[in-house]
Nanobody, 126 residues
């Protein structure tokens, strides 16, 4: 079972940028599709972005499209979430997740991911 550790969160002003990283260990990283999710207080967890095993296919949720970008480096066993033009509504705890499932399209449902990190907090001040 792969283990995931997120880093890179913090406090940033609106309009700023952050890059989240998620380091994987204990498994064959390139055999997992990866996703980023977030959860704000009092709200359900929501899908942010996903990336295929090779990195050749990505998907981003509408609220972050054009501002966030998911990528991965299989040589470093790491997936990234580059976040730009941050807004206060992006404030949340961000989690990365891994799934070995092979599906025709990228998975956006958190229930279909098998491994999760503990997350990293992102706070955007106005």
């Amino acid at each position: 079972q792969v283990q995931l550790v997120e880093s890179g969160g913090g406090l940033v002003q609106a309009g700023g940028s952050l890059r989240l990283s998620c380091a994987a260990s204990g498994g064959t990283f390139s055999s997992y599709a990866m996703g980023w999710f977030r959860q704000a207080p009092g709200r359900d967890r929501e899908f942010v972005a996903a990336i295929s095993r090779s990195g050749g296919s990505t998907s981003h949720a509408q609220p972050v499209k054009g501002r966030f970008s998911i990528s991965r480096d299989n040589a470093k066993n790491t997936v990234y979430l580059q976040m730009s033009s941050l807004k206060p509504e992006d404030t949340a705890h961000y989690y990365c997740a891994a799934t070995p499932r092979r599906t025709p399209s990228l998975i956006k449902n958190g229930r279909d991911y098998d491994a999760w990190g503990q997350g990293t907090q992102v706070t955007v001040s106005s």
